[in-house]
DNA sequence: TAAGTATGTTAAG
DNA sequence: TTAACCTACTTAC
């Protein structure tokens, strides 16, 4: 489920929900058992996220860093917490709410300098304020490598995933193929702020619609689009189907071990 | 019951 | 380039 726009919307609930108080942490799987006896009865000081990365302060105690990967998940509850299943990693648990993480790709507690090295290891994120597009600009300007490989690159733009490459790179009509330094500035520049308001929407919704309201199914005739990924889009995911604006078959291809959606007439 | 798939990343060969 | 990893759900046998 995660790409960056559930990863702030996860911080913005821990923060919510913990936020200057005092959890009870644990780790019914085992694996975490460690860390939570460390966390247990401190105070969440803070939330943040970059792109995918989620970083839960816990003061001098240092940050739990979590990144859910491609399984991992968040599940929130209210009131007192329910017996664990086997496989929670981490819960944490006021007496009035509590998560359960399950299946991450990481869950570990780190020093400010460690998460200090993580940030710097990422590009700029959409969804973090001031962070700078030209900078996202550059590297892609001066690469032979193709503008859809380098979208998913954490270290040249954090945040962005493959449902939201697939549908900028269409909102755009742009050449997954093409190389970075043949990616107009001006497109570059429009592809940003195009991230920055869907990313925000995501962040909102808990998901991702990229569909103009002039192609929505409604608008069009069309019954809604029902996906588990529980958004409406215009090619992620719609191999062999018409594409909505063209009516060509939308074709894949995986580039890079991840499957590349895109319409051939659209983004020629 | 087993296999396949998924909005991801890292390490080994 | 391939495999491995973490979980849950769907599809095939």
Same mark, same amino acid.
């Given at each position: 489920?995660?790409?960056?726009?559930?990863?702030? *919307?996860?911080?913005?609930?821990?923060?919510?929900?913990?936020?200057?108080?005092?959890? *009870?942490?644990?780790?019914?799987?085992?694996?975490?058992?460690?860390?939570?006896? =460390?966390?247990?009865? +401190?105070?969440?000081?803070?939330?943040?996220? #970059?792109?995918? #990365? =989620?970083?839960?302060?816990?003061?001098?105690?240092?940050?739990? #860093?979590?990144?859910?990967?491609?399984?991992?998940?968040?599940?929130?509850?209210?009131?007192?917490?329910?017996?664990?299943?086997?496989?929670?990693? =981490?819960?944490?648990?006021?007496?009035?709410?509590?998560?359960?993480?399950?299946?991450?790709?990481?869950?570990?507690?780190?020093?400010?300098?460690?998460?200090?090295?993580?940030?710097?290891?990422?590009?700029?994120?959409?969804?973090?304020?001031?962070?700078?597009?030209?900078?996202?600009?550059?590297?892609?300007?001066?690469?032979?490598?193709?503008?859809?490989?380098?979208? =998913?690159?954490?270290?040249?733009?954090?945040?962005?995933?493959?449902?939201?490459?697939?549908?900028?790179?269409? *909102?755009?009509?742009?050449?997954?193929?093409?190389?970075?330094?043949?990616?107009?500035?001006?497109?570059?520049?429009?592809?940003?702020?195009?991230?920055?308001?869907?990313?925000?929407?995501?962040?909102?919704?808990?998901?991702?619609?990229?569909? *103009?309201?002039?192609?929505?199914?409604?608008?069009?005739?069309?019954?809604? +689009?029902?996906?588990?990924?529980?958004?409406?889009?215009?090619?992620?995911?719609?191999?062999?189907?018409?594409?909505?604006?063209?009516?060509?078959?939308? +074709?894949?291809?995986?580039?890079?071990?991840?499957?590349?959606?895109?319409?051939?007439?659209?983004?020629?």
């Amino acid at each position: 489920m995660p790409e960056g726009h559930t990863i702030h *919307r996860l911080a913005a609930d821990h923060q919510e929900r913990f936020g200057g108080r005092q959890v *009870r942490a644990s780790s019914p799987q085992g694996k975490f058992s460690d860390g939570a006896a =460390l966390l247990d009865r +401190r105070v969440m000081t803070g939330a943040e996220a #970059h792109g995918k #990365h =989620l970083f839960l302060g816990f003061g001098d105690t240092g940050w739990v #860093h979590v990144h859910l990967g491609l399984i991992g998940k968040f599940g929130f509850g209210d009131g007192p917490t329910p017996p664990p299943t086997d496989t929670v990693r =981490l819960r944490i648990a006021t007496s009035a709410h509590y998560a359960d993480l399950r299946g991450p790709a990481a869950c570990a507690l780190i020093t400010e300098p460690e998460k200090r090295a993580i940030h710097d290891r990422l590009g700029p994120d959409p969804l973090r304020p001031g962070d700078d597009p030209d900078r996202v600009y550059t590297r892609i300007a001066r690469s032979r490598i193709s503008v859809a490989a380098l979208l =998913l690159d954490q270290k040249v733009i954090a945040g962005v995933g493959n449902v939201y490459r697939a549908e900028v790179l269409f *909102r755009h009509g742009v050449d997954p193929f093409l190389a970075g330094r043949d990616l107009p500035r001006p497109v570059w520049d429009a592809m940003w702020a195009d991230l920055v308001a869907l990313m925000r929407e995501g962040v909102r919704t808990n998901r991702i619609d990229t569909v *103009r309201p002039e192609h929505e199914p409604a608008a069009m005739g069309r019954p809604p +689009r029902v996906d588990d990924h529980g958004g409406e889009v215009y090619v992620y995911r719609r191999t062999g189907q018409p594409c909505l604006v063209c009516g060509t078959a939308v +074709r894949t291809r995986p580039l890079d071990a991840r499957n590349l959606f895109w319409c051939p007439r659209c983004q020629a």
